[in-house]
């Protein structure tokens, strides 16, 4: 079998320019436990139907080898990257998972020829596949102060709960998708599949929706990362805007990243404002009343309302954008452009284990994405602790939902993400 770095330049695989070696796990994520999770847990039929698409040779005029010609690529215990891994049937790749046990599974795209015959001088050409977006938390450093890096809260993770909504309204309302699945990457974001109907999209035309959705641009040096130009917003930014990003700005972030709560932070908000007379006008001014009894939650609220009634007054030119840029600047979702651009990019697949954390990559419904904890996501050492006890009880799940059991109750949630995952599957 090929491996990683035979003959693969033109694949890409999600995480890996980021990753460092995952020889180093977290306790209680170990190769015994993974085996019993894929023995017992992975949803092996559930996921072979999602990529079969259909094409799983149940009924006439099917392709029974589609999801044969997809790549899919395991990274192994120690680093060891098998590239081109293929399947025809759902038992060959539960074979196949519980013989080597991946601690992650990437999901390429369907091409011309069988995925296991990509290599020498045969050239893998994708055919089709899904527009996919991948969103860190990471990314919102600059702009959350609760967390850095690969941590996350429940103070900073509505980051990813809005990007969710608003990349989820805007592919069904603006580009046509009905089938779409979001999945929490394990770690630090999470990850979109938008599947069909337009689903043969070439490079250009991928470019051009991520582009579509890009809002935050420049380099790292770049102070100023939002410009919204001309005499009204883009429709699709109007909505994002009015529906989702405004009252997510006052009514949460504001307060729990503490936006105006000290002079180093306001002072970045107020580097946005492109007139310096009006930037240092408000600094004087919040300057002068560091001393007064006012606490920071309403400082906070105060500071911000000073901030919107001085450049919504008419007496400045040039600012009547400047709320709007301020607001998508903290709170727009910021995308990977390289992972939607190109179909040769591979993909974390749902209900991997992340290996950094041990958390299981559950599926998101976007209509409930608001209830989403990323810190009581089931892990690996709970789930097989779960699986266990499921497995010794008897009388079905009715019996198991009436026990209060910490370790049924974690096995239980593992059920409710399959059940969403089996929902988003069509009928």
Known sequence: ??????????????????????????????????????GKLFPYGDFFKWLSYGNDGKHPGCDQSYVGRREFSFTLENDIYLRFQSFDSVSEMESSIKEKCPFKIDIGPPAKRHAYAQSGNNVFVPVERELIFDIDISDYDDVRYCCSGADVCMDCWPLMTIAIKILDASLRDDF?????????????????????????????????????????????????????????????????????LKCFFEDKLLLSQQLFASEERYQKILDLIPDENVASELHNKWQGNRRSSISKEDANATRWEQLKSTLQSGKHKGLRRCIEEIVFSYSYPRLDMEVSKHMNHLLKAPFCIHPKTGRVCVPIDPDN???????????????????????????????????????????????????????????
Request: glycine share 6%; proline share 5%.
């Open 369 to 427: 994405c608001d209830d989403f904890d990323p810190t009581t996501v089931p892990t690996l050492s709970q789930d097989i602790v779960s699986a266990t006890i499921a497995e010794s009880l008897q009388g079905g799940i009715r019996k198991l939902i009436q026990c209060k059991a910490p370790a049924v109750q974690e096995y239980l949630d593992l059920v409710k993400f399959t059940v969403t995952f089996q929902l988003f599957l069509p009928a």
């Open 176 to 244: 046509g998708f009905n089938h779409i699945l979001w999945v929490y990457s394990g770690r630090r974001g999470v990850h979109c599949w938008a599947c069909y109907p337009p689903f043969r999209l070439n490079n250009e035309q991928r470019a051009a929706i991520a582009d579509y959705f890009r809002v935050y641009k420049g380099g790292e040096n770049a102070m100023k990362k939002v410009s919204l130009t001309g005499h009204v917003l883009h429709p699709f930014l109007a909505r994002a805007y009015t529906n989702v």
């Open 1 to 38: 079998m090929p491996r990683e770095d035979e003959s693969v330049e033109a694949m890409e695989i999600d995480g890996q320019h980021q990753q460092a070696a995952i020889t180093a796990v977290p306790d209680g994520f170990n190769v015994d436990y993974l085996r019993i999770y894929y």
